[in-house]
């Protein structure tokens, strides 16, 4: 159970990050709405990622 609150937070920091990422490389450049939407989908696949990471390496380990 340990193991699921480190993931949290570093799953949760590696989101704002990848967010944050995103709106560094097309702020500005892109209305607010489609950076908005950007930023959504890269933050929802990259949960989705890590989602699939965390459940196999808790599968794994029991």
Do not use: P
Not at 20 to 28: A, Q, T
Not at 37 to 55: C, H, K, N, P
Request: net charge negative; glycine share 10%.
């Amino acid at each position: 159970m340990k193991e699921l609150l480190v993931y949290g937070i570093s799953g949760a920091a590696s989101l704002f990050i990848f967010g944050y990422c995103v709106h560094i490389f097309v702020g500005g450049m892109v209305s607010e709405e489609t950076e908005i939407m950007l930023i959504a989908a890269v933050v929802i696949i990259s949960a989705i990622t890590m989602g699939y990471f965390i459940w196999d390496a808790i599968r794994r380990s029991r």
